[in-house]
């Protein structure tokens, strides 16, 4: 039985925990000083509380690292200083210049690291989640990560390869969705929202429903994108190519920010966070 250290529960950690262990694996998670809802999610998923992250990693052959962007460094630097020897994946969406950072980090306390991204929801229904995973060690990952609803692919490359996949996936699902909901704001204040929609329904019949979609799917959880649409500005910047584009989605979800514990707003109100400071 491999012993997996999945560092942190969240929504996709969770899912992606309970895939692995469903295949065999021992999957453990750190659970001090964790909220209330964290601790319902892992024990949802079967997953043991080893207490602190340096038992978590003492007892782990793999470390899974699944959490929002903007802590992914962090989570590595604090495996690393526990000297951590077993192999490393880091599933986070980050620039591949990111993801080489982390694979530096790791290795230098003694790890081998292997890269990854996810592309899809959390894994319940089979064929709607893959694993992507690159570096040394991507192969006997891959085996393992393949589980239950949870497919891992291979792709070719060392570090940051997985990571540019799902950089240059979600540069088009999550950049898109901003930028449609930005057009509806942008036309509501102008005060034309409806003649867009009834322009829409004559020519881009899907368009009001994407934007309705976007708004309703994304509130609660569009602070977890600021960084990720930050990752994919530095990678399309490495790649010599416009990077304001994604700059500017980031501040789309950042005005959105201010629904992640409250209740799921309307679709009018989404629109009224996106211009906050519109002149009189």
């Known amino acids: 039985m491999t012993t997996i250290g999945l560092l942190n529960p969240g929504e996709m950690g969770s899912m992606v925990g309970a895939a692995v262990r469903s295949a065999g694996s021992r999957v453990l998670w750190a659970g001090e000083g964790r909220s209330a809802a964290t601790r319902?999610?892992?024990?949802?998923?079967?997953?043991?509380?080893?207490?602190?992250?340096a038992a978590v990693v003492k007892a782990s052959e793999i470390i899974l690292s699944v959490c929002p962007p903007h802590a992914a460094v962090d989570v590595a630097t604090q495996v690393a200083a526990l000297r951590f020897a077993g192999t490393y994946v880091d599933g986070n969406a980050v620039s591949p210049a990111t993801a080489r950072e982390i694979g530096g980090i790791v290795e230098k306390g003694g790890a081998t690291f292997v890269d990854g991204g996810i592309i899809?929801?959390?894994?319940?229904?089979?064929g709607s989640t893959r694993f992507y995973v690159s570096g040394t060690g991507a192969d006997r990952?891959?085996?393992?990560?393949?589980a239950g609803p949870l497919q891992a692919i291979v792709v070719p490359g060392g570090s940051g390869a997985a990571s540019a996949v799902k950089m240059a996936y979600a540069s088009w699902t999550k950049g898109s969705a901003a930028l449609l909901l930005a057009v509806c704001a942008m036309a509501s204040a102008e005060g034309v929202g409806d003649s867009l929609v009834a322009e829409w329904k004559l020519s881009q019949p899907d368009l009001s429903a994407r934007a309705e979609g976007a708004a309703k799917g994304n509130a609660k959880k569009a602070w977890r994108f600021i960084g990720e649409m930050e990752e994919i500005a530095a990678t399309y910047a490495a790649a010599g190519l416009p990077d304001a584009f994604h700059q500017g989605a980031a501040e789309i979800y950042r005005r959105m920010a201010i629904y992640k514990?409250?209740?799921?707003?309307?679709?009018?109100?989404?629109?009224?966070?996106?211009t906050p400071r519109r002149p009189a």
């Open 261 to 274: 514990d409250g209740p799921a707003p309307s679709f009018a109100e989404v629109l009224r966070a996106l």
């Open 141 to 146: 990952i891959a085996a393992l990560l393949t």
């Open 120 to 126: 899809g929801p959390p894994p319940v229904k089979p």
């Open 40 to 53: 319902k999610r892992a024990a949802d998923a079967g997953l043991e509380d080893a207490g602190s992250v």
